[in-house]
């Protein structure tokens, strides 16, 4: 059963400058929180367009798939950063079970976390009206 866990924020900068920080696996550490003991896996960069987006793919780890693509786009006033992560727990029924126990929550709080970090580095930018057509 694959899960998806989808964040939009905004931040100031520039494009180039925010998209630069995210592609550079130094500051990946900075993002994680400190009691998750960042744990170690493979990934492999499945897609990249500079400035624009960049997908990774876990090769090995600890979920039977992990999919996070990080789309930014220039808004006024900053950046809109998009993080959608498509995964799949191992263990059948027990997977879908601990993801509902724990595993949901854990990548919630975890997401919250980097959320404040990047807000943090960059600072919130307002964020953008929506608007829809009658």
Do not use: C
């Not at 263990?91 to 949901?104: C, E, N, Y």
Request: overall charge neutral.
């Amino acid at each position: 059963m694959t899960h998806v866990l989808e964040r939009t924020q905004t931040v100031h900068g520039e494009v180039a400058s925010v998209f630069e920080f995210f592609t550079n696996p130094h500051n990946l550490e900075a993002l994680t929180p400190p009691w998750l003991h960042f744990v170690r896996w493979e990934s492999l960069i499945a897609e990249f367009r500079e400035n624009e987006l960049f997908a990774d793919e876990m090769l090995r780890g600890p979920y039977r798939r992990w999919y996070h693509r990080h789309v930014f786009r220039p808004v006024d006033g900053g950046v809109e950063i998009n993080d959608r992560v498509e995964y799949e727990l191992p263990f059948g029924p027990i997977g879908r079970l601990a993801h509902a126990v724990a595993v949901r929550r854990q990548l919630q709080a975890i997401f919250d976390y980097r959320r404040r970090k990047v807000e943090e580095i960059f600072g919130a930018a307002p964020p953008q009206p929506r608007f829809t057509r009658p």
